[in-house]
């Protein structure tokens, strides 16, 4: 998909692309607009990108495989790797929210959308896995289904992609961070000994 051209200048059309389609929608931006927010002209654009989809097959690719390695980082844990998988997982969704919500929105029905979603039932099993593992550790609660527990609380860190705006949120990444950590290892209720 990338052409000969400078690295630093691909990557700027990558981001640049991840935060049209975030503020746009990927089915109603345009090419053109992409090369408006670039300084391009739309002929230039295609020395970096052959097409919209190539450029979106990239861009979900990338997120999936940042993804990917994060969660073999966290079955490396000792500890059973669940709160690191999930760290690592909202990490992800702050800093990269055009690219994760791209994954996020992909339906079934076209070439890119297919193998992201093969990739994220992969993801979903292999978080599955981890969470039993961490479970008969004894590290998190064991009276929730393994799967039910990461489709829960992939449901929490999907949603940070959906509020979350650096420059209108009075959170800092780090302050998200915690406090999400904060709930999915102590939830929200206050426990006796905390109350008294």
């Known amino acids: 998909m990338a052409r000969k051209t400078d690295p630093k200048n691909f990557e700027r059309v990558l981001d640049t692309a991840a935060e049209l389609f975030l ?3 990927y089915d109603a931006a345009t ?7 670039l300084g391009l002209h739309k002929s ?5 990108v052959d097409s919209k989809e190539k450029l979106l097959e990239h861009l979900t690719n990338h997120a999936q495989e940042t993804a990917e390695a994060d969660l073999a980082a966290a079955e490396l844990d000792p500890a ?3 709160l690191l998988a999930m760290s690592r997982a ?10 994760v919500s791209l994954v996020l ?24 896995q981890l969470i039993e593992r961490s479970q008969r550790l004894g590290a998190i609660r064991d009276d929730i289904h ?9 449901g929490l860190v999907a949603w940070l992609v959906e509020w979350y705006d650096p420059e209108r949120t009075r959170f800092k990444p780090e302050e998200i961070r915690d406090a999400a950590l904060a709930v999915l290892a102590h939830g929200v209720i206050p426990s006796q000994s905390e109350r008294s």
């Open 44 to 48: 230039s654009l295609y020395h970096y």
């Open 31 to 37: 090419m053109q607009q992409l090369a408006d927010r």
């Open 80 to 82: 059973g790797g669940y």
């Open 105 to 128: 929105r992909q339906k079934p029905g076209t070439p890119t959308g297919e193998a992201v979603l093969a990739r994220r039932r992969a993801y979903d099993q292999r978080l599955s």
């Open 23 to 25: 503020s746009e929608g």
């Open 90 to 99: 909202i990490e992800q969704s702050l800093s990269d929210r055009g690219r």
């Open 146 to 154: 393994p799967m039910l527990l990461a489709r829960l609380t992939l």
